[in-house]
């Protein structure tokens, strides 16, 4: 069974720093990977995804993950974030036709 | 823009009594998936459906815990008894999938927030 672990429970930052929110997975096979946010009162929605081809995956909002297969890691990353940004990120991860397995998230706030 | 449904937002009740949590899919979605989320944890897989199929059950609490979708649409997931460990978040996802593929996006609902006294 996949597993995924995600390494910052809690990030602070300041605008327009730079941020990178850790996630590694375990699972031998082919993935497909997901980063989604939660908003403050909002629903989950997808950041970005990972299927195939080029490892660098552009989202929305600015939001870039890089996936490098041979460390099992999907990192996100923005290079200057804002305080729109305050929210909780989870990684996830997708394997052959099998459920999603989620991390524990990452909350992320950003100080004006 | 479509959004998946759900009912109620917010569930207070004490244990040993029924509850009941309703999701209504966005149209056209085959995948239905019911997340359970306890604070400070991601979500985790409940229970998925492909129309009226359910095609992973394999972490829901079986004892206690049921889910249908009759008709391939809406879907009700229930709890008897509720247990004090049940107080969570449990969320409904809905995605187009039609054959099990697994490219498609899921979509998430507001989600129910449980709270068992």
């Known amino acids: 069974a996949q597993s995924v672990s995600q390494h910052n429970h809690h990030v602070i930052l300041s605008e327009a720093a730079s941020l990178e929110l850790g996630c590694n997975y375990s699972y031998g096979g082919t993935v497909n990977l997901f980063w989604y946010v939660q908003y403050p009162g909002q629903h989950l929605q997808l950041l970005l995804k990972y299927f195939s081809g080029d490892p660098l995956v552009k989202g929305i909002k600015g939001f870039e993950a890089e996936f490098i297969k041979s460390k099992f890691s999907f990192n996100l990353r923005k290079p200057s974030v804002q305080w729109s940004d305050t929210a909780e990120y989870f990684c996830a991860v997708r394997a052959n036709a099998g459920k999603s397995t989620f991390g524990d998230g990452t909350t992320l706030t950003v100080k004006p | 823009e479509a959004e998946v449904a759900q009912s109620p937002r917010y569930k207070i009740t004490e244990k040993s009594q029924a509850v009941a949590f309703w999701c209504d899919p966005i149209?056209?979605?085959?995948?239905l998936y019911w997340y359970r989320q306890i604070l400070g944890q991601g979500p985790e897989l409940l229970v998925q459906f492909q129309d009226e199929s359910v095609v992973d059950d394999s972490q829901l609490p079986k004892d206690r815990f049921s889910a249908e979708r009759l008709k391939g649409v809406d879907s009700t997931l229930k709890i008897q008894p509720a247990e004090l460990g049940d107080s969570a978040m449990y969320l409904c996802?809905?995605?187009?999938?039609?054959?099990?593929?697994?490219?498609?996006?899921?979509?998430f609902g507001p989600g129910t927030r449980l709270t068992v006294l």
């Open positions: 149209s056209g979605h085959a995948t």
């Open positions: 996802a809905s995605s187009r999938d039609t054959s099990g593929g697994w490219l498609n996006e899921q979509f």
